[in-house]
């Protein structure tokens, strides 16, 4: 899909404008109207066109419009310089979606003059995600993503790092989707060297040996029912060349299949589960995303890769793992894996002192029951930090929501063999519990933790996106390190 400059001259199968809440029209639609003989007003008159923010409206149009058809979707706003981040994105993802119902060689959006250029380019970031999905083993596609998008009133800057996010988003997206048969740990491995390669980023895998040298006994545990084992991958991007300058450490859990081990799923709970790596994969689309724009930080991107398997190698209940820090853990519960794989991860991200550490993982289905399907719950061990991130997600339309981690949370991952269990006492508050467990192993590094269980993975569509992977959590995170100056 290429993604232009929209231009006067060409016709376009589809052109898709916005009306606003009032009666004035844009420029751009008073003009369609006159070329086509009033056929729009007429439409407008008669109650045809949707003026409610991000509705659509397919209307064919004649052909001295010059365009096949105008796709015009409720912007909110009269005025383009008051559309917000969070809104040009969505109106983008519809409009991409929406064109993407249908085959259709080119197209072009115009949201008006006076756009800005934050909004822009979350507009074309946008619409690249509408016309991804979850569909990619269909013989008979049903979404088709247009040759070419092309974009009026937005600036060649924009136009780029537009679509830097949203191929970004994108490659998170994809590999969530791809199943457990096709990315496990060394395919997900060699598609994080594929990205180092095309950013030009240094890139470590550590296989069983480098695992065994390192001492990441939790991570082999959990990978060793697997016939595919363990991998962690650390990526790595230098933007700020300063010799002080500060790194930030990304953590992904990357669990490429989980089927909860000898704790068995029951199969509609294990349906999903090639999902349980979007931690690792959020962490891969961010840093490619930071590379390619070029933004002035350090990051550092720490994907730990196992898949939860049952065999008769698998761990068991009661087993006692000695971690990368030393800690020990007592497996009360094989289901909790995602805490046992990041708790070398983190150690290792730590042990290199970085600014901060985030890390990502679709973690607990407690984290579902408390802030439901869309919002991503934080856990952490700093205010700032934790703000920070929950600022970058309001800017960009992400829902997060803070968890508490008072202390009498403590005791609850205390064991009675080992120095943790990997499961909390009783089944309350579970998101928090976890976390608990993971702050165990991040020292006295600042710390955030963003339990994605919910926003990683959608049910079913919206007018935005397909069901599947969403991709969440690419944008906050790329805006966060972007607006850290
Ligand atoms: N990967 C799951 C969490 C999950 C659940 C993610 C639903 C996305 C949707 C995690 O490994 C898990 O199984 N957690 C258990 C923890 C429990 C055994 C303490 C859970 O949430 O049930
Ligand atoms: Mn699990
Ligand atoms: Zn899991």
């Not at 997600?393 to 992400?398: H, V």
Request: hydrophobic share 40%.
């Amino acid at each position: 899909m290429k993604i232009t400059p929209a231009d006067d001259n060409t016709t376009y199968d589809c052109l898709v404008l916005t009306i606003g809440p009032d009666d004035d029209w844009s420029p751009a639609l008073e003009r369609l109207d006159k070329q086509c003989g009033g056929v729009l007003s007429r439409a407008a008159a008669a109650g045809g066109i949707s003026r409610k923010p991000a509705d659509t409206t397919l209307v064919p149009l004649p052909e001295s419009a010059g365009h096949g058809s105008l796709l015009l979707i409720g912007s909110g706003e009269q005025d383009p310089a008051e559309i917000d981040v969070a809104t040009a994105f969505q109106l983008g993802s519809v409009a991409g979606r929406t064109l993407s119902g249908r085959p259709r060689k080119h197209v072009a959006i115009d949201l008006g003059a006076g756009l800005s250029d934050e909004a822009a380019e979350a507009l074309v970031a946008g619409a690249i995600t509408g016309t991804g999905g979850q569909a990619l083993y269909q013989s008979e596609p049903k979404r088709f993503a247009p040759e070419s998008i092309a974009f009026a009133h937005v600036s060649a800057a924009a136009l780029r790092s537009g679509q830097t996010v949203g191929e970004s988003i994108e490659v998170t997206r994809r590999l969530v989707n791809e199943p457990g048969n096709v990315i496990y740990p060394a395919s997900f491995a060699e598609a994080a060297r594929k990205v180092a390669e095309e950013c030009d980023l240094e890139i470590e895998v550590w296989g069983e040996d480098r695992l065994q040298q390192e001492r990441c006994l939790a991570m082999l545990a959990v990978g060793q029912g697997s016939v595919h084992p363990p991998r962690l991958v650390k990526l790595s991007y230098r933007g700020d060349e300063r010799s002080d300058a500060p790194t930030i450490a990304l953590v992904g859990k990357g669990v490429t299949f989980d089927s909860g081990g000898l704790s068995l799923k029951p199969s509609p709970s294990m349906l999903d589960m090639k999902m349980d790596m979007a931690g690792a994969a959020t962490v891969l689309g961010v840093v490619r995303c930071l590379a390619l724009l070029k933004i002035p930080c350090n990051v550092v991107g720490y994907m730990g890769l196992a898949e939860n398997m049952i065999d008769g190698r698998s761990y068991r209940l009661g087993d006692v793992i000695k971690t990368r820090s030393g800690k020990t853990i007592e497996i009360h519960n094989t289901d909790a894996e995602g805490r046992v794989v990041l708790a070398d991860v983190l150690d290792v991200a730590v042990e290199a002192k970085p600014q901060a550490v985030v890390d990502l993982a679709t973690l607990t289905g407690a984290c579902l029951v408390a802030l439901g399907t869309r919002t991503a719950g934080l856990m952490g061990n700093d205010q700032a930090l934790q703000q920070a991130i929950q600022q970058a997600a309001d800017q960009q339309g992400e829902y997060v929501w803070p968890l508490p981690m008072h202390s009498f949370f403590d005791e609850q991952v205390r064991s009675k063999v080992a120095d943790l269990r990997n499961v909390g006492e009783g089944r309350w508050g579970g998101a928090i519990t976890a976390a608990k467990f993971l702050e165990a192993f991040v020292g006295d590094s600042k710390w955030l933790h963003i339990d994605i269980a919910g926003p990683a993975f959608a049910d079913s569509a919206t007018a935005e996106r397909d069901a599947g992977a969403t991709g969440a959590m690419v944008r906050t995170l790329v805006h966060w390190l972007r607006s850290r100056g």
